[in-house]
């Protein structure tokens, strides 16, 4: 179930900027919004499930990368990080539904949900390795949305 809340906004990503045709921007923006919408669905789903008596990890996952080196793959989900990753999916979905009128709409919305995506791993990650490697997928898009869209002084705005 956590892994979905991962997989959902990265799908819709690529979905979005792979796209084979011209999407317009209310297009890209109704793909976005459907895809944080099953995200925002998914993590409510997780809050109604959550057993409040228990103290430990939830949910948790766990899958083997490379067994020599003690690499694995593990999320879960506590009683801090649950509400973290509700508020997540829902300032992702009202930071798409309050965008319109974008340029370049396709690589907007495809930051975005990258973004909300990896937000959400780093909230859900429980080592240190993935905890970092979400981190750091976050840095890259989040670098792109700023220095595109972040002002009139933009560098790659061409303004």
């Known amino acids: 179930m956590l892994s979905s809340l991962l997989i959902i906004p990265l799908a819709g990503a690529l979905l979005i900027s792979l796209w084979p045709t011209k999407l317009e921007s209310s297009q890209a923006r109704l793909g976005a919004l459907i895809t944080l919408g099953v995200t925002l669905v998914g993590?409510?789903?997780?809050?109604?499930?959550?057993?409040?008596?228990?103290?430990?990890?939830?949910?948790?996952?766990?899958?083997?990368?490379?067994?020599?080196?003690?690499?694995?793959?593990?999320?879960?989900?506590?009683?801090?990080?649950?509400?973290?990753?509700?508020?997540?999916?829902?300032?992702?979905?009202?930071?798409?539904?309050?965008?319109?009128?974008?340029?370049r709409p396709r690589l907007y919305f495809a930051l975005l949900l990258l973004i909300s995506g990896a937000v959400t791993g780093a909230f859900l990650a429980q080592n240190l390795l993935l905890f970092f490697l979400f981190y750091e997928l976050e840095l890259l898009p989040l670098y792109l949305l700023i220095a595109i869209w972040g002002g009139g002084a933009s560098r790659l705005c061409g303004h």
């Open 43 to 103: 993590a409510l789903y997780l809050v109604s499930q959550f057993d409040l008596n228990n103290p430990g990890f939830q949910f948790v996952e766990k899958l083997n990368w490379v067994e020599a080196l003690g690499l694995t793959y593990v999320l879960g989900v506590d009683g801090i990080a649950l509400p973290l990753v509700v508020i997540n999916c829902l300032l992702s979905l009202v930071s798409v539904y309050l965008s319109a009128n974008i340029n």
